[in-house]
């Protein structure tokens, strides 16, 4: 294993972007994941990348299109307000099908909302990041370690899929410090040589290449949308991941990813000490989602709880997943307001009490 | 004798352009610039939302479709990751003065090493002549009913104008192709501006008056006589900036 | 000698490479529709034409071609 460190979220994770690859990076500054960007424009220039701070968040994802259209493994970042404006373009890379990282460190909303950690872009990431019929793969870390661990393994799925890959963090993992370590040592930049697809140059040696999404024949788009949802199903069949705890005699089970999974299963290890027969299921990706492990968890509960920093957005993927076979009562906070485990801990006492 | 034949980097195709339009002259000038230069397997064509969008089957270099205005955004992302290869984009008035406002300027004051084709035709014509930034004051588009009031609709954007004030442009040329002797200068400048890109001097433009003779209500060679005798006198002919910047 | 040639399937009809002939001997034919609906470009005089190619360059459809082997 190699050698811990200790490093804020942020910046553990752009340089374990590096270390996967990332060979460029485009941004534009919003608070609370401008220590990537920072990190990034100090590291990237010695390690033979590009860090370019984009005009806007809307021509940084665009550079990204272009950066991944010829083959080169890239990443943009921003937080929630920033994330809707870089819907459209990555409507445009699933539309194009290609692969990159996209970083949304959220804040409060909406609107400007505020800079506080939150948890309410899980809508936008999961179910509406962009028109049109498409999906990229979301991972909800809940440590520093795994904002580590998720990306190298976010930049690898997007090139085998042809995706893009959404870390969906909060200003809470971002912000914190915790020890890491790092697999890949050795820093090795991405190039087009594995990707017969990219448009880089056809060098007099093949047909060109086009990157695009538009297909103006009703069949020929169908037909296109088809074949990468065929695609999706393969990664979802592979790469669902979720963990859960003390789940198998539970009562309650607790569903709730990213920070708000840590705060929660403090709750309920405190709840288990008192004698609460209580568990929590963990989703680390959220697309594809961990419905049957979240069932599995459940199976022997009588009511399950989903904690977010929302007014409750995942909830409804909860009920989904047990198809409302038992009741899902949920718990959150909003507005960058953290829940405290003594809040859920509360809840869990309540939901206890009444079977 | 000589010869005129189609360029290798013009795809042997018919093209969707309605007869007349200039669209077809600036792809094919690109294109010989491209086979004069030797560099089709070298170079990367970004192409907008517009008449044009279909320009990827249209060249036989790689070539990538961006989103409505951001293709100097795109162009920056394939140039930043592929600093040795020619990277040019192709847009019209609409994606590029309006819409991709804020990508031209900043690809532009970065000194972004491509090189923008820019066909000013003072319309939308794809979705069927509404007002465009460049639509003549007066002019009748289907949005101005009425011609355009600059009371109301304010007045014309002169790209190469505005672009040359900034210290990232190496070339801001306007340029037509209304007639032979026209369509050299244009060719001219076509080429300046990838032999800038070539020896990394900077962001280079070629504004191009085009036609539109659909939207116009024109005739092909009327609308050759438009650019003539009511566009050039409100975008002058000429090189706005040229040098290096590096 | 034939100098000028038209792909009759190429040509839109639209008639700019006529005001491009310092000769005058481009028109456009009014006797046979391509295959899009067009009345094509033809050179009207070929023993006048000098293979300028000045009607080629005003093309917008690539459509015409000037000298060359296969001039017949």
Redesign the interface.
């Known amino acids: 294993m190699a050698e811990k460190s200790l490093m804020k979220g942020n910046e553990a994770l752009a340089e374990a972007a590096i270390r996967a690859g990332c060979?460029?990076f485009?941004g534009y500054p919003i608070t609370p994941q401008t220590e990537i960007s920072a990190y990034l424009s100090k590291r990237m220039p010695k390690v033979g990348g590009?860090f370019?701070q984009?005009?806007?968040e809307?021509?940084?994802i665009?550079?990204?299109?272009?950066?991944?259209?010829?083959g080169?493994r890239?990443m943009t970042s921003s937080s929630s307000p920033g994330i809707s404006l870089k819907t459209?373009?990555i409507s445009?890379i699933a539309g194009?099908d290609l692969p990159c990282v996209i970083i949304d460190v959220q804040r409060g909303g909406p609107g400007l909302g505020g800079i506080q950690p939150s948890q309410a872009d899980y809508w936008q990431i999961t179910h509406a990041l962009g028109h049109g019929d498409f999906h990229a793969i979301v991972f909800a870390p809940a440590s520093v370690q795994e904002m580590v661990d998720t990306v190298t393994k976010a930049f690898d799925l997007a090139d085998e899929y042809r995706m893009p890959a959404v870390i969906l963090a909060d200003g809470l993992l971002g912000q914190m410090m915790e020890p890491v370590a790092f697999e890949d040592t050795e820093i090795k930049m991405s190039d087009a040589s594995k990707k017969p697809w990219a448009?880089?140059?056809?060098?007099?040696?093949r047909k060109?290449?086009?990157?695009?999404?538009?297909y103006l024949k009703p069949d020929e788009l169908e037909d296109n949308v088809r074949a990468r949802f065929k695609r999706y199903e393969d990664v979802k069949a592979k790469h669902t991941e979720a963990v859960s705890d003390y789940c198998e005699d539970a009562d309650t089970v607790v569903v709730a990813y990213g920070s708000t999974a840590r705060l929660a299963k403090s709750a309920v290890e405190a709840a288990r000490k008192e004698g609460l027969k209580v568990g929590i299921v963990r989703p680390i990706t959220l697309w594809p989602y961990p419905a049957k492990e979240i069932a599995e968890a459940c199976k022997n509960a009588k009511n399950v709880l989903c904690v977010e920093m929302s007014m409750g957005q995942m909830v409804d993927d909860v009920k989904l997943a047990i198809n409302c076979s038992k009741p899902v009562e949920f718990y959150g906070r909003t507005g960058g307001v953290i829940p405290k485990p003594a809040e859920i801990l509360e809840k869990l006492r309540e939901m206890g009490g009444k079977n | 004798m000589p010869e005129f034949k189609r360029p290798h980097a013009l795809a042997d195709v018919t093209t969707h352009y309605c007869p007349g339009c200039t669209h077809g002259i600036v792809h094919r000038l690109v294109a010989e610039v491209i086979d004069e230069m030797g560099i089709e397997g070298d170079t990367i064509g970004v192409c907008p939302v517009g008449c044009s969008v279909m320009a990827y089957d249209y060249f036989e270099c790689d070539m990538l479709e961006a989103s409505h205005g951001r293709a100097p955004a795109v162009a920056t992302g394939i140039k930043r990751a592929n600093p040795d290869k020619f990277v040019f984009t192709y847009q019209g008035d609409g994606d590029l003065a309006a819409i991709g406002t804020a990508e031209i300027v900043h690809a532009a004051t970065r000194g972004e090493n491509i090189t923008v084709i820019f066909i000013n035709n003072t319309t939308y014509g794809m979705t069927g002549g509404q007002m465009a930034p460049t639509t003549l004051p007066g002019q009748v588009t289907q949005t101005t009913p009425y011609g355009r009031n600059p009371d109301v609709e304010g007045y014309p954007v002169r790209v190469c104008e505005m672009l040359s004030t900034l210290s990232g442009v190496a070339l801001a040329e306007r340029v037509t192709v209304i007639d032979p002797k026209n369509i050299n200068i244009a060719k001219k400048a076509i080429r300046k501006g990838f032999e800038f890109q070539k020896n990394k001097q900077g962001f280079s433009i070629i504004e191009v008056l085009s036609t539109c003779p659909t939207n116009w209500g024109k005739t092909p060679i009327e609308a050759l006589d438009r650019v003539r005798t009511e566009m050039i006198p409100y975008y002058p002919l000429g090189v706005f900036k040229e040098g290096a910047i590096r | 000698m034939a100098k000028m040639k038209v792909d009759f399937d190429r040509c839109k009809g639209c008639g700019l490479c006529t005001t491009a002939c310092p000769k005058k001997i481009v028109a456009l034919q009014t006797e046979k529709l391509n295959k899009k609906g067009y009345y094509t470009a033809v050179c009207t005089d070929d023993d006048a034409c000098i293979a300028c190619a000045l009607c080629a360059m005003m093309c917008p459809d690539c459509a015409i071609t000037v000298g060359g082997d296969d001039n017949g």
């Not at chain 1, 448009?199 to 040696?205: L, R």
């Open positions: 060979k460029c485009f590009v370019l984009a005009e806007s809307v021509a940084a665009n550079m990204v299109y272009g950066c991944a259209g010829s080169i890239c459209e373009g445009y194009s448009a880089c140059g056809h060098g007099n040696k060109h290449n086009i990157i695009n999404s538009l």
